[in-house]
């Protein structure tokens, strides 16, 4: 069987998004807790996020009525831009003016940690070195948070 090793990448805020005219639209920050039997739009169950996303909820003691899933994140907008539904996402999922209001979300914050994925002990390929360097420069020219890096 083989081990794995992750090298984490950036932390990602996610955050509460509504239409522009959604009641939430005024909003600047909400606690997860406010969010109980509200009606959303959310990643699939088969995905990280989406079990991140629920530890949140089980940690504010809310939960919300989720009216549809989706494995697409444009579909998700889609869905949120043309409907009353909310949805979390990346803050970086979102860009300029496009009809949608962020609001944060605390009481808890929901983070992830995108990562690289490879074999245990395996040597470090220099076209995945490459990628996490241009990643890493990415993120932090978009204003992800930066990883306090142990060297």
């Known amino acids: 069987m083989h081990q794995f090793s992750f090298e984490p990448l950036c932390n990602e805020e996610l955050v509460l998004l509504v239409g522009a005219k959604h009641p939430l639209a005024s909003r600047k920050r909400m ?12 990643p699939s169950s088969r995905y990280t996020t989406r079990r991140m996303i629920d530890e949140a909820f089980a940690a504010a003691g809310a939960t919300p009525i989720v009216r549809a899933e989706s494995d697409s994140i ?3 907008l889609g869905m949120v831009r043309q409907s009353h539904l909310a949805t979390i996402v990346s803050r970086h999922a979102v860009q300029g003016d496009s009809g949608f209001k962020i609001i944060a979300l605390e009481s808890p914050t929901p983070m992830r940690t995108p990562g690289l994925v490879r074999l245990k002990g395996a040597p470090v390929d220099p076209a995945q070195a ?3 360097s241009i990643i890493r420069e990415v993120t932090t020219a978009a204003d992800f948070q930066p990883l306090q890096r142990n060297r």
């Open 74 to 76: 444009t579909a998700m």
């Open 130 to 132: 490459t990628l996490a």
């Open 31 to 42: 606690r997860m807790v406010e969010l109980h039997r509200r009606e959303m739009i959310l």
